[in-house]
Structure formats: structure tokens, C-alpha cells
């Protein structure tokens, strides 16, 4: 058995949810001296994060430097998801800054890690950062970096964040289109979350649920009842 075989045993385990047993499979590859190559760090660090094992992350990210990976930007970018899933928020945007270059992906890994944990200023932070570099979000970090506009002070953090959204031409996916209404909700601007609902192409339940919930948070009772009426008028549930 060589380093691919135990490789391809560990991504195995880890894509069927047996992170556990990814491992200690990963431990009795090292037993075995089987010496592992980027593909197999990765895998194992993504079963750390999965589980939130910061004490076995910690043991890899040596062996790691050990064995002359730790500048490689794709495992560095692996170490940054693994801190932050685990609760280290710290180590993860120490490594975030030490990178000698950062792409769209590391950036969304970081901003995910500081949402994840309530960092909202942080994510406002990286995502102009980001933008500074002439990088933008794709469609799944646009609704996490959306998550940190929480209160009224944040609506024009907000709206700039629309904008690039409408720029990349993304204003028409449901699920990004959720996240604005949802975010002008949280900010008190419910016109403008409304706005949104009735030009988007296609709603589903959970904008219907988005909307209602916009009306009933602020204040706006009656209207809420009159949303989840027409939801079921219309057959949603």
C-alpha cells in the first residue's frame, strides 16, 4: 500500500462523513511510515474541521512544516479553514496575513471563519480588502459577507455590498436575492426588501419566509399575515 492507496482510503472515509475514522486511519498511515503528500493533508485537515479536533489540526500543521508544506498556498488556505472551524480565529487570519498571495478562495475562507464566529466588522473589512484587490465574491460568499449587515448602521455597507452583487450580475439568484431581503430586513429598510422580493423571478419558500419574517420583525404585523395568506394562496409551504 502506498501513499495514494491510503490517500484515496482517507478522502473515502472523509466524503461519506467518517471523519473519525479518517483519523485514524491518517494515524495508522504515519504507524506504517507512510510518508503523506499534499493531497492526503489536505483531506485530513478538512476531516479536522469537520470535527473541530484543534488538538489533532495543531499535530498535522507540524508535520506539515515538518515535511516542507507549510508555504504551499493551497494547503495554507486549507490551515486557515481548519483554525477557523475549530474556534481559533486568530491563528487562521495570523496565517491569512502571512500568505504571499491571496486569491478569491482564500479570502472567502477567511470571511466564512469570521462570520462563522460573529466577526461582523472583520467580514465588512476583508470583503473591501478584497474589493481593493480588484477580487470579488462569488455566489456563495456574497450571501455570508451579507450576514454581517445586521442593524440599521449597516445599511450602506449593505448597498454597496448590492451593487457589487448587480455588477457580477448575480441580482436574480434566488439565493443571493434571500440574503439582500433578508439583510434590508435586519437594517429596517423593509421597502427596499420588498423591492427585491417582487423582482425576483423565481421565490421560493424560504424568500416567501424571508419576507414575512421582514414585515413581523419590523413591526409590520398585519402585513406578515397577509404574506404567509398569499404564500399559501400560491401554494407554497
Not at 488538538?55 to 493551497?74: P, Y
Request: hydrophobic share 40%.
Amino acid at each position: 500500500r502506498n501513499v495514494v492507496s491510503w490517500s484515496s482510503m482517507l478522502a473515502a472515509y472523509a466524503q461519506h462523513g467518517r471523519c473519525h475514522d479518517a483519523l485514524l486511519l491518517f494515524r495508522q498511515m504515519q504507524l506504517e511510515g507512510v510518508k503523506p503528500n499534499k493531497v492526503t493533508f489536505l483531506t485530513i485537515l478538512n476531516a479536522c474541521a469537520i470535527l473541530g479536533t484543534l488538538s489533532e489540526g495543531r499535530l498535522i500543521h507540524a508535520r506539515i512544516i515538518e515535511d516542507g508544506l507549510g508555504s504551499d498556498f493551497v494547503v495554507g488556505t486549507a490551515l486557515v479553514n481548519m483554525y477557523g472551524k475549530c474556534g481559533n480565529v486568530e491563528v487562521a487570519r495570523r496565517l491569512f496575513d502571512k500568505m504571499s498571495e491571496r486569491d478569491e478562495v482564500l479570502y472567502a475562507t477567511m470571511i466564512a471563519v469570521y462570520a462563522q464566529h460573529g466577526h461582523c466588522k472583520n467580514v465588512l473589512q476583508l470583503f473591501k480588502q478584497m474589493c481593493l484587490q480588484g477580487l470579488t465574491p462569488n455566489k456563495v460568499t456574497f450571501p455570508i459577507i451579507l450576514t454581517a449587515c445586521t442593524n440599521p448602521e449597516d445599511l450602506a455597507e449593505g448597498r454597496l455590498v448590492q451593487a457589487c452583487i448587480v455588477a457580477r450580475g448575480f441580482e436574480s439568484d434566488v439565493v443571493i436575492g434571500t440574503a439582500i431581503a433578508k439583510m434590508y430586513g435586519q437594517c429596517g429598510s423593509v421597502e427596499d426588501a420588498r423591492t427585491i422580493f417582487d423582482r425576483m423571478p423565481g421565490r421560493d419558500v424560504v424568500l416567501w419566509n424571508t419576507m414575512i419574517a421582514t414585515y413581523s420583525q419590523n413591526e409590520h404585523g398585519r402585513k406578515a399575515l397577509e404574506f404567509f395568506q398569499q404564500m399559501q394562496s400560491e401554494g407554497m409551504e
